[in-house]
């Protein structure tokens, strides 16, 4: 729409003072030059007779564009580079005001072009704009500002907003743009869904657009066999109502959609083409840990704005793509675009365990949406006030967040568990090699229930989060007549605050007095058990169900089976259990051990440090009796009582395909289970620097 007065004084109020700024600094005719023509190009959007909005859309964008040249300092002569780009632009700007002054009082251009041209006009003028900022005023030093970085990404939604998916000449605003099957070129499939009734298939795309031009597209097919099938196509309804009004600078925008046959449907996105996990693979130490928590921080506006919109996302770590020009996050380009706003705080969560250690997690923490935002903020603030000043008290926050984002994790399966938490250690031909060191802290916490689990569902495990409900932990799950429910918890123990602690301080001096590489060392951070249970519900109408797991005894042990299945949400309603005669009930546990190595780019962060004096080696003592100095049991309550749990977010290991279920092993497993998990102490003086 036209400018209001309040806005066009307010962008001619920064502009002047632009020009005042060019006339006190020396050699600062151009900067004048440059702020009188965003003057005139918004004074003539403003008399225009024609094109009105996108005469308005232009001077808006060219106004705070050079309104950003504000932050110069008057007192500072302009550099030489800086005239010179000043120039470029102010070329580009003259080229503006001539297409605005055609656009807006010229009537024969009206006869002359239709309403398609005219969009792809503004759209071209607006791509030109942002062109232009980025290569003549973006890189000066004054574009590091966060504040420049906000207004850089709502200037990239205006552009998104020219290049509109309506058809040309439609006046229902609410019309999605319908591209012709012969524009699209289907080059190579991504990915393969089968869904019930239907499959959804990602792939590479080529689409030819109104002026002839071929650009990178991610095409998404719904098909099905039976045209009668409402499976697609409702899932089809639902993504497009859901992204026709989605227009933010992280998410990638739906372009179109083309009806291809009865049976084939196919939506049209925006493509990122650089997978942002391979990106982040190519930065060393703290680039790599700047532009992780730049991704991150994209990531919580992306969902922010799909919430405001009741949508949610969640896709593997290669669906997150960023744009091959400006490193943008193209958020839901790939993955699944759905109406589940409540599950976003953990699939964010998700997204960033994904992202880091390269493969697909299942699981996440149980925080709110908000929790997890502000905790990507301060894990950006963190890395970005030691890249700017490394002092000692910026060292002490640095190396608070360090073990949170910077560990990458391994899972062992189907061992005896015995490996202990806390063990420090490295792999090799000969098996686990532990290395003996004497300690005189807990290692591990006291075993307990993940309140994650995982629900299969559709072919991929989908996170659900249970709640305590007297002393049992509960999930609630939502079930179909006949459906077969597998349902993934984890019973376990994880290392101390003060293991972590240990296993970071101490890595590079370990690795050095062994002769192995950093890499190569490991931690045991987790061991414990997966338990799989079962449940094929017959055809009686049953909304919900509740799975309950048993609390772990005081000793350390599990009750077997380890949970139990009901229609009533209270656990101790032991009449609406499900039993063999009521439902199909199967369990299965397996042991695991999950193990942490350090990433290479948090190597370098350790090592950065160390150089600097702020990296808190432990002293270390070696057992003369290897693996240990001494196994004596640690009381629960010394447990209890250690610092809080080093990992806040839940983890699980992806899984592929449906669980198999091993009877012959069902019992031994469940009697290793109940058998108490021994802690380790032993003596170890920790002297940090920071």
Not at 319 to 337: E, H, P, T, Y
Not at 375 to 403: C, G, I, Y
Not at 573 to 584: N, P, Y
Request: hydrophobic letters at 40%.
């Amino acid at each position: 729409m036209p400018l209001s007065a309040d806005v066009n004084a307010s962008l001619v109020k920064s502009l002047k003072i632009v020009q005042g700024i060019g006339e006190a600094v020396p050699h600062g005719g151009v900067l004048k030059a440059v702020a009188g023509i965003g003057i005139t190009i918004l004074e003539i959007a403003e008399r225009v007779r024609l094109n009105k909005e996108e005469c308005a859309d232009i001077a808006r964008r060219a106004a705070e564009d050079i309104g950003v040249l504000t932050r110069l300092d008057e007192d500072e002569e302009l550099s030489e580079d800086l005239i010179e780009r000043l120039e470029r632009y102010h070329k580009i700007l003259e080229e503006v005001l001539k297409k605005v002054e055609r656009l807006g009082t010229e009537s024969s251009w009206k006869r002359t072009l239709r309403v398609s041209r005219v969009q792809e006009e503004t759209k071209e003028c607006l791509d030109r704009l942002n062109e232009a900022f980025r290569m003549y005023m973006f890189q000066f030093s004054i574009a590091a500002d966060t504040k420049l970085t906000k207004m850089l990404n709502r200037m990239e939604v205006m552009s998104l907003s020219a290049d509109s998916t309506l058809p040309a000449g439609l006046e229902e605003p609410d019309e999605i743009r319908r591209i012709p099957a012969e524009n699209i070129t289907f080059l190579e499939e991504i990915s393969c869904k089968k869904m019930r009734g239907y499959t959804v298939r990602f792939g590479k795309g080529r689409m030819t657009d109104r002026a002839g031009r071929e650009r990178a597209v991610i095409v998404k097919r719904f098909q099905t066999m039976d045209a009668s099938e409402d499976g697609a196509r409702d899932a089809f309804d639902a993504e497009i109502e859901l992204r026709r009004d989605l227009l933010h600078a992280s998410l990638a925008r739906m372009l179109g959609v083309s009806i291809a046959s009865r049976r084939t449907k196919i939506i049209v996105i925006e493509a990122g083409t650089i997978a942002a996990f391979d990106h982040l693979q190519n930065l060393p130490g703290l680039e790599y840990f700047l532009e992780q928590t730049r991704i991150m921080c994209e990531f919580v506006a992306g969902y922010r704005f799909l919430g405001e919109h009741g949508g949610s996302w969640r896709g593997g770590y290669q669906d997150v793509l960023l744009s091959a020009k400006d490193k943008r996050l193209c958020m839901g380009g790939l993955g699944r675009m759905d109406s589940r706003w409540e599950d976003s705080g953990r699939r964010m969560n998700e997204a960033f365990w994904r992202l880091r250690d390269g493969f697909d997690w299942n699981g996440a923490g149980s925080g709110s949406f908000e929790f997890y935002a502000d905790w990507f903020e301060q894990m950006r603030e963190s890395v970005t006030r030691w890249s700017e000043d490394k002092t000692q008290e910026n060292a002490r926050d640095l190396w608070h967040w360090l073990r949170s984002w910077s560990g990458s994790g391994e899972f062992e399966r189907g061992t005896e568990n015995s490996r202990t938490v806390g063990e420090i250690g490295w792999i090799d031909g000969n098996g686990w090699n532990p290395i003996p060191l004497v300690h005189h802290f807990p290692l591990a916490l006291p075993l307990q229930y993940d309140v994650s689990a995982s629900r299969w569902r559709d072919g991929e495990w989908e996170t659900i989060v249970g709640t305590q409900i007297g002393g049992f932990t509960r999930w609630s799950i939502d079930v179909s007549p006949g459906e077969t429910i597998h349902l993934r918890t984890f019973v376990c123990s994880d290392r101390t605050k003060d293991m972590a602690d240990l296993f970071y301080g101490s890595a590079l001096s370990l690795a050095k007095d062994f002769e192995i590489e950093v890499r190569s060392l490991r931690q045991v951070y987790r061991t414990g058990f997966d338990v799989v249970a079962s449940l094929t519900i017959s055809n009686e109408q049953f909304s919900t169900v509740y799975y309950f797991a048993h609390p772990p005894y005081s000793d350390g042990s599990v009750a077997n089976p380890p949970g139990f299945w009901s229609l009533c949400p209270y656990p101790l309603c032991s009449d609406c259990r499900l039993h063999a005669d009521a439902a199909k009930v199967q369990s299965h546990a397996k042991p695991f051990v999950g193990y942490e190595r350090i990433n290479i780019p948090a190597i370098a962060l350790l090592r950065d440090l160390d150089s600097h004096g702020f990296l808190p080696v432990p002293t270390i003592t070696y057992a003369s009796d290897p693996p240990f100095a001494s196994i004596t049991e640690v009381s629960e309550q010394r447990a209890s009582n250690s610092e809080e749990k080093e990992n806040f977010m839940i983890l699980t290991e992806p899984s592929k395909g449906e669980p198999p279920f091993d009877k012959s092993h069902i019992l031994s497993l469940l009697v290793f289970l109940a058998l108490p998990i021994i802690r380790l102490t032993t003596q170890l003086s920790v002297h940090s620097v920071i």
